[in-house]
């Protein structure tokens, strides 16, 4: 059975794309930073879906990390066929004059070397073996800048020139590589107020945030694909059409 490696997959986003992988006949392992309680959590309900499911904890802010973490997943799962490149981190709204250089190089590191360094260490082995799928996770501010700062504008703008020269690396082997870019999700990552939901929500031509099982949804539905790749697609309630 494939092997899909998630990361940032304790909570969120993540944790909606790998329960729904591992419906759709993936084995699991759950990437996380420091809520390995969480992530085992996931793993649990990964295996009562009949899969196999490991966590696998790493701080990808470290270069030697991607690396780490691969192998982790290999020798306890196998080989990875499907990435989804979901960790990534943000700050407070952040003007350009106020942006450290200690600031953008974690951002970097983390939103963007990251993936990078996971797709580099997971792409020959799947080119090998004639299948593989990488999705990563960008952000609707690589369209419109966003609210946070050029740091994290910039981080996930990154992830689509990513893409884009891996996709044609890969397209005649059988791997596909794309990008999803959702705007405001429901999640742990803002306020719980109902009232500020709300109004967050009606920011949206459909008047609601995204859910992650929402995200997710497509997410799986371009792991299935074999046909669609080099594409960014955004999620988000019909504010910003491409």
Not at 16 to 24: G, P, S, V
Not at 50 to 73: H, I, K, N, P, Q
Request: hydrophobic content about 45%; aromatic content about 4%; some cysteine.
């Amino acid at each position: 059975m494939p092997v899909a490696l998630v990361t940032g997959a304790s909570r969120g986003i993540g944790r909606a794309i790998a329960l729904q992988l591992a419906e759709d006949g993936h084995d699991i392992a759950v990437g996380y930073v420091q809520q390995s309680a969480a992530a085992e959590q996931v793993a649990e309900q990964v295996r009562a879906a009949g899969r196999r499911a490991m966590t696998a904890g790493a701080d990808l802010a470290e270069s030697e990390a991607a690396e780490r973490l691969v192998e982790a997943v290999e020798r306890h799962l196998g080989p990875v066929d499907v990435l989804i490149a979901n960790a990534g981190i943000v700050t407070s709204p952040t003007g350009v004059l106020d942006i450290t250089v200690e600031e953008w190089e974690r951002m970097m590191a983390v939103n963007l070397r990251a993936p990078f360094l996971l797709a580099r260490r997971v792409f020959g082995g799947m080119c090998e073996r004639g299948f593989g799928r990488i999705v990563f996770l960008s952000s609707v501010a690589a369209f419109t800048g966003g609210l946070i700062g050029a740091h994290y504008a910039a981080s996930k703008a990154g992830l689509h020139g990513l893409c884009h020269s891996l996709s044609q690396q890969g397209a005649r082997q059988g791997v596909t590589v794309n990008v999803v870019a959702p705007a405001l999700v429901e999640s742990d990552m803002i306020p719980r107020d109902p009232g500020v939901v709300k109004q967050l929500g009606a920011s949206r031509p459909v008047g609601l945030l995204g859910k992650p099982e929402e995200i997710a949804d497509l997410v799986v539905a371009i792991v299935r694909n074999g046909y669609l790749t080099n594409q960014s697609i955004l999620i988000d309630g019909g504010a910003h059409p491409t």
